[in-house]
């Protein structure tokens, strides 16, 4: 049994798919605390269901995209078996994981979206930097930006592991706290190899609306 939060059907708004039709599977609990976090609702509250019934749920909707999110989503071991069920139904899946937990064991076939988290978001010291052995050339890696110090870091890091070799690099603001343009603008001055993304579903609906 998985402890779920909601399950729900929105536009993506993040990352190389932001914009397509996607299923969404949130999973209760996170073992982070981001300075940030929209979804605290999903720290504790949820209800025990099955594999097979969280797949029925996946597909009532007829929506080839799915995203298992949280929270986060690696907290539950079953969450593995969960993705590879997904897999094997032939969904494309995708993993929304705030980085602080091993990948490894994430079925292949799986996208992975994946944090490093920034200095203002108070979890840096989380970071599982292991885990960069181990991300594929179709995963993606997010750096929320609150601040230049964040965004200096971000740099520093991506150099250091040279991440850009690795993955898609996605650089995207903290709502309500760094302008979009600011942003874009640093990333054109230093001509960064990233790809600027804004957080497409809080735009579309009231950014605190849940279930979108
Ligand atoms: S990892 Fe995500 S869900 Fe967890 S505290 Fe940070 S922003 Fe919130």
Redesign the pocket.
């Known amino acids: 049994m998985l402890k779920i939060n909601e399950i729900f059907h929105s536009i993506q708004g993040e990352s190389t798919y932001a914009g397509r039709r996607c299923v969404f599977v949130r999973l209760t609990y996170?073992?982070?605390?981001?300075t940030?976090?929209?979804?605290?609702y999903?720290?504790y509250e949820g209800v025990d269901k099955s594999i097979e019934e969280i797949t029925d749920k996946v597909k009532s909707y007829n929506c080839n995209l799915v995203e298992i999110t949280?929270?986060?989503p690696l907290m539950q071991e079953e969450s593995l078996e969960l993705m590879k069920k997904l897999c094997d139904l032939n969904f494309e899946v995708m993993l929304e994981t705030?980085g602080?937990l091993p990948i490894k064991d994430v079925d292949n076939r799986v996208k992975i979206i994946m944090?490093l988290?920034t200095p203002s978001?108070g979890?840096m010291k989380k970071n599982l930097y292991e885990n960069i052995n181990f991300v594929k050339k179709s995963d993606e890696i997010k750096f929320?930006i609150g601040n230049r110090e964040d965004y200096d870091w971000a740099k520093k890091t991506i150099e250091k592991y040279n991440l850009n070799k690795k993955c898609k690099i996605l650089f995207s603001v903290v709502f309500n706290q760094l302008e979009p343009i600011t942003l874009s603008e640093w990333i054109l001055e230093d001509k960064l190899d990233v790809i600027f993304q804004l957080q497409m579903h809080k735009y579309i609906w009231e950014p605190d609306k849940r279930g979108v």
């Open positions: 996170c073992n982070l605390r981001c940030y976090c929209d979804t605290e999903a720290f949280g929270g986060e705030g602080s944090d988290k978001s979890m929320v």
